[in-house]
């Protein structure tokens, strides 16, 4: 669909429009070409590489022109990390914990550069970008705090109680290769490459295009915390091309993005028998109870559908509100979604950026339209927005979403939720489930106990009460992670670090071995070891 065919379905279906910001003419002052090309150094491309323009959703403008790592760059840079690799693990983790511990501050002191270079790169509203910035200081501060405790060699029950000393110890996989996206690209780089990087190993990082000087940015600062620099390199490329050298050469996987991407760097890991870790889609549910506290559900729905346009895969996409609430709740909701201000300008003025890419404009274009066109009713939204930048969408509800529609069981990646009501909670859970993705979801209630239960009962990695879904991406001590087609694996946590290490057991044996001894006979040695299996179970010993 065309520019002029949006407007011309704005005049029929005339939904009020969101506010507006003023447009922001030019990104220059807040991206000097300069600043663009000394983190263009950091990355390992050959003496004349392929470059690509790399344009500012916001604007249009060029950010960069990027240059491209082929293949041979690849091998090259795992090579310069695994150099690198051997005296990183070597050193304690205490030391290599210090390195976060000072890349924390430092995350913190450039807040307001990376708040600018995320908006230019993603085009996301700057409150929005700030998640990423908290989230990527926090994921810091836990793991130089956690990671002496997380490695730390630990004594398991030996065969024979008494007689058998057996420690477990963790050693790092080596050089991992780390593949993020263009939607999180600092929060996710940070999540999944420093627990890497401070359980010894090396990495090869693979930004995408799109957003790939963020991610050089915290490399940036994480050699300036003290870091070796060989030991974090970056390549660049497009998927189809860099991804899979960066899994041929790397000793573990950790890839963020598409379901379908997902399943080939998955097989490519098997064949190679490595292991990975996958974050993939979702079609995210959100349950509005009877006794939710509407005030709070309101500005926490706004959150969990729109935060960065929709382009976070732990967004809401599906809402269902008790039947009784419903009337009320969606009039307010979409009274205050067509509040949102709109706009593009490098400050907290705005409440909605723009999308990243064309391939996501056009896809929520197209599932919007799927739906209206065969009975869907768009209650706020549904329209492009030209007047404010190359990428705007805006914020988009809908009811009377069905199967048959694209958007019922697709992910769409962008600002648009269906609405449904529910009669009960057997209803309305089956309904969330009814999905191949299991990422996240949000519960609101007042009754801790059905929020709990509801919990436990729903298809999700993730499950959030009262929060949109900032409370479990937040809580970067726990676990996160998807079920179902929304990957392998989990970040965060303890999980999230030691996906990056291999357990090796050793076990001592003493006074006696695990055979027939002392002049017994095997006929013996078999009842007596028998007997002492018996007592072990008597007295509860593990």
């Not at 795992?78 to 690799?85: H, I, S």
């Not at 509100?321 to 705005?350: C, P, W």
């Not at 199967?403 to 962008?414: K, Q, S, V």
């Amino acid at each position: 669909m065309t520019a002029g065919d949006t407007t011309a379905h704005a005049s029929t279906a005339a939904p009020a429009a969101p506010a507006r910001d003023e447009r922001l003419e030019t990104i220059r002052p807040h991206l000097p070409r300069e600043f663009a090309a000394r983190l263009v150094e950091q990355i390992t491309v050959g003496s004349h590489p392929q470059v690509v323009e790399v344009l500012a959703p916001l604007t249009g403008e060029t950010i960069v022109d990027l240059p491209q790592s082929g293949p041979g760059d690849v091998r090259h840079a795992f090579e310069k990390a695994r150099a690198a690799q051997s005296a990183w693990a070597a050193r304690p983790v205490g030391e290599r914990a210090a390195v976060l511990r000072r890349l924390h501050d430092l995350i913190l002191d450039n807040t307001e550069h990376l708040l600018s270079l995320l908006q230019v790169e993603t085009g996301k509203a700057r409150l929005h970008a700030f998640d990423e910035v908290a989230v990527s200081a926090a994921t810091a501060r836990h793991y130089a705090h956690a990671a002496g405790g997380y490695l730390k060699a630990r004594r398991r029950p030996g065969a024979i109680a008494f007689l058998t000393k057996t420690v477990e110890y963790r050693h790092p996989k080596g050089v991992v290769g780390v593949i993020t996206p263009w939607n999180y690209p600092l929060a996710l780089a940070a999540m999944d490459i420093l627990p890497a990087l401070v359980a010894g190993n090396g990495v090869v990082h693979k930004p995408d295009n799109q957003t790939a000087l963020s991610g050089v940015y915290l490399r940036q600062l994480a050699v300036q915390a003290g870091l070796p620099a060989e030991l974090w390199q970056i390549v660049t490329g497009d998927g189809p091309v860099t991804g899979p050298a960066v899994v041929d050469h790397a000793d573990y996987v950790a890839f963020t993005g598409s379901t379908r991407t997902g399943r080939q760097v998955a097989q490519q890991a098997a064949g190679r028998l490595i292991g990975c870790s996958l974050e993939l889609g979702g079609k995210n549910a959100m349950i509005v109870f009877d006794d939710a506290d509407l005030d709070k559900t309101l500005a926490g729905a706004l959150r969990a559908c729109f935060t960065s346009a929709g382009q976070l895969c732990i967004s809401i996409e599906r809402m269902y509100i008790h039947h009784s609430i419903y009337d009320q709740f969606v009039e307010r909701f979409v009274t205050e979604v067509k509040a949102l201000k709109l706009g593009g300008r490098l400050d907290f003025g705005s409440d909605i950026g723009s999308l990243t890419n064309t391939r996501q404009l056009e896809t929520v274009t197209q599932q919007v339209e799927d739906a209206r066109i065969k009975g869907a009713k768009v209650l706020a939204g549904g329209r492009r927005r030209p007047d404010i930048g190359p990428l705007f969408y805006e914020p988009t509800v809908l009811t009377d979403v069905a199967p048959g529609m694209t958007l019922f069981a697709e992910e769409t990646f962008g600002p648009v939720v269906s609405l449904y009501r529910f009669e009960n909670e057997a209803e309305v859970l089956k309904a969330a489930n009814d999905t191949r993705f299991g990422l996240s979801a949000s519960i609101w209630t007042r009754d801790s106990k059905r929020a709990t239960e509801a919990a436990l009962r729903m298809h999700a990695g993730m499950v959030n009460i009262n929060e949109a879904y900032g409370a479990a991406f937040g809580s970067v001590g726990a676990a996160t992670g998807g079920m179902g087609d929304s990957g392998l694996g989990r970040r965060s946590g303890a999980d999230g670090l030691w996906r990056y290490t291999e357990i090796q057991t050793v076990a001592r044996q003493t006074l006696l071995p695990i055979a027939p001894s002392l002049g017994m006979s095997p006929a013996r040695y078999t009842r007596s070891l028998g007997s002492a299996l018996r007592i072990l179970k008597a007295l509860r010993m593990r």
